[in-house]
Structures are given as structure tokens and as C-alpha cells.
């Protein structure tokens, strides 16, 4: 049971350049979330899926691109990275909506955009 | 705007010291409050969640409290370990809608041996 799981650990990319983020998680969990942490910021919701076939966008989601592949699956798509894409990028998941379900994180992408 | 802030921003304490973390939210209505601990260079995990009706809460060595009325929660932490080195997160949730939660920036804690 490796809970969520995220690909790549690392990544460089130039601007422009673009990239898809993968996660994936074991526990059967119907809702997923992307988010990015900032140096000194809090984490910020970039999209979220309620439910395998939905996605809404969170916070901050311009720029980004996600898809919900499967129940697995959600992975988070930068179309022409921006140095302001420069960030740590974490995949969570909830077993529903309801508000006390607990959220588990993966342990991070590191993306440098230059 | 729903708000999370914490304070300190960072501690240094003495391994087997006690200390506590502070959390004042804005999040209304309030649906839960969650203390997550993260390691450097992985994911937040979850230490402990109150709702509206619990004051407070107990995951071993951490104890959450929670004042809905005044919107504030402390975490503390008692006979520090090394270990015990991370952020702290305060994570505050409103009633209603979809689970957006609101992320506080983290106390930085380092326990030094």
C-alpha cells in the first residue's frame, strides 16, 4: 500500500517548456487534489476532483491543466511553464467530500523553471 | 477572505523542552481544524482534527486545543525530540460546499540536541 505517489521527485525546465505532473493513489479514494507550496506561503489549491470524470479549479489554477485519467490517476499538466511556476507541487487525495475525511499527501514534485 | 495565520513563525528549543504553537483563523463558517506535521522535503501528515464541538484533542506527545469563540487553536508539543524538527501546520476548513481547505504558512520548529 504506497498511498499517493507522485512523478517526477525533480524536474528543470526552461520557460516555455511544457510538462505533465503524474499521481496516483492506492487507497480508493474518490476525490484528489493538486496543489503548489511557495517559499513563506501557505499551500495553495491549483484543481481539485471531486469524483473520477470531474475536476474544478481551485485557487491559483492559471496556467495549469489537470486531467482525472481514471479513479487512480490525476495529473496535473503545465502548458508553457513560467519561472513563476517555479514551486513545490504536492498531490493529495480524500476518500469523499465530507468535511472530517483525512487528506493524504504525496511527498512532492520539485520544479525549477528557468 | 478566509485567513490562517500562525505564530511563531519559527521556534528553537531544547530537546525534552515543551512548547506551543499558535493558529487565529478567519474561516467562517467553521467546519474543522487540523494540525498537520511536514517533514523537509516530503508531504504534511495529518497529526490531529477538531470540530466545532471539541476543544481538545491528543495524538501522543501533541495536544491540540481549540476556542471556536475567540477562533484561535495552540498545538503543544511536550519533551521534544530531534525528531520532533518540521513545520506544523494549521489547516482550517468552512462548512458547506466543496472540501477547500484553508492552509496557515507553518511553524517552523527546530529542536536542537
Known amino acids: 500500500n504506497a498511498g499517493v505517489t507522485q512523478t517526477p521527485k525533480f524536474q528543470v525546465l526552461k520557460t516555455g517548456q511544457s510538462m505533465t505532473l503524474q499521481c496516483a493513489q492506492d487507497?480508493?479514494?474518490?476525490?484528489m487534489y493538486w496543489y503548489r507550496q511557495d517559499p513563506g506561503m501557505g499551500l495553495r489549491l491549483i484543481y481539485y476532483?471531486?469524483?473520477?470524470?470531474?475536476?474544478d479549479k481551485g485557487e491559483v489554477p492559471n496556467g495549469y491543466n489537470v486531467s482525472r485519467l481514471n479513479k487512480r490517476e490525476f495529473s496535473l499538466r503545465l502548458e508553457s511553464a513560467a519561472p513563476s511556476q517555479t514551486s513545490v507541487y504536492f498531490c493529495?487525495?480524500?476518500?469523499?467530500?465530507?468535511?472530517?475525511?483525512?487528506?493524504?499527501f504525496g511527498p512532492g514534485t520539485r520544479l525549477t523553471v528557468t | 477572505k478566509n485567513q490562517v495565520e500562525q505564530s511563531p513563525q519559527s521556534l528553537i528549543i531544547l530537546e525534552g523542552k515543551n512548547c506551543t504553537l499558535q493558529?487565529?483563523?478567519?474561516?467562517?463558517?467553521?467546519?474543522?481544524l487540523r494540525w498537520y506535521k511536514q517533514d523537509t522535503g516530503r508531504g504534511p501528515v495529518s497529526l490531529t482534527i477538531?470540530?466545532?464541538?471539541?476543544n481538545t484533542k491528543s495524538n501522543g506527545r501533541y495536544t491540540a486545543t481549540l476556542d471556536a469563540d475567540t477562533k484561535q487553536s495552540s498545538l503543544h508539543i511536550t519533551a521534544s525530540q530531534l525528531s520532533d524538527s518540521a513545520s506544523y501546520i494549521c489547516?482550517?476548513?468552512?462548512?458547506?460546499?466543496?472540501?477547500?481547505?484553508?492552509f496557515g504558512r507553518g511553524t517552523s520548529l527546530i529542536v536542537h540536541p
Open positions: 493558529c487565529n483563523y478567519t474561516v467562517s463558517p467553521f467546519s474543522n
Open positions: 477538531m470540530t466545532f464541538s471539541e
Open positions: 476532483s471531486a469524483s473520477e470524470g470531474t475536476t
Open positions: 487507497m480508493n479514494h474518490n476525490s
Open positions: 489547516v482550517v476548513s468552512a462548512a458547506g460546499g466543496s472540501y477547500i481547505p484553508t
Open positions: 493529495a487525495s480524500r476518500e469523499g467530500q465530507g468535511k472530517t475525511y483525512e487528506q493524504y
